[in-house]
């Protein structure tokens, strides 16, 4: 059974920075394609970032230049740097991996607020 492991939430001032991991196990990871989602109190789950099992990236037009996702597949982890972070990126993150079907993690809370 797949499992997804978010951590490395919180709360940080306008313009810090975060780094999420999420861990994976029971899959193969490196075949998996990988995403960060987030969802913000009354609103729709969103899209962020995601790497494909090939590298290729993808970024959603509000965090383009500013999030970074990468992955170690040696280490079953992808990541998501994330700076100049505004309190409009407030919500929870979501790790997504999916290979035919998908799975979901338990969300991380990130915090924006001075």
């Known amino acids: 059974q797949v499992q997804l492991v978010e951590s490395g939430g919180g709360l940080v001032q306008p313009g810090g920075s975060l780094r999420l991991s999420c861990a994976a196990s029971g899959t193969i990871f490196s075949i998996m394609d990988m995403g960060w989602y987030r969802q913000a109190p009354g609103k729709q789950r969103e899209l962020v970032a995601a790497?494909?099992?090939?590298?290729?990236?993808t970024y959603a037009d509000s965090v383009k230049g500013r999030f970074t996702i990468s992955r170690d597949n040696a280490k079953n982890t992808v990541y998501l740097q994330m700076n100049s972070l505004k309190p409009e990126d407030t919500a929870v993150y979501y790790c997504?991996?999916?290979?035919?079907?998908?799975?979901w993690g338990q969300g991380t809370q990130v915090t924006v607020s001075s």
């Open positions: 790497i494909a099992s090939g590298g290729t990236t």
């Open positions: 997504h991996a999916r290979r035919v079907v998908g799975y």
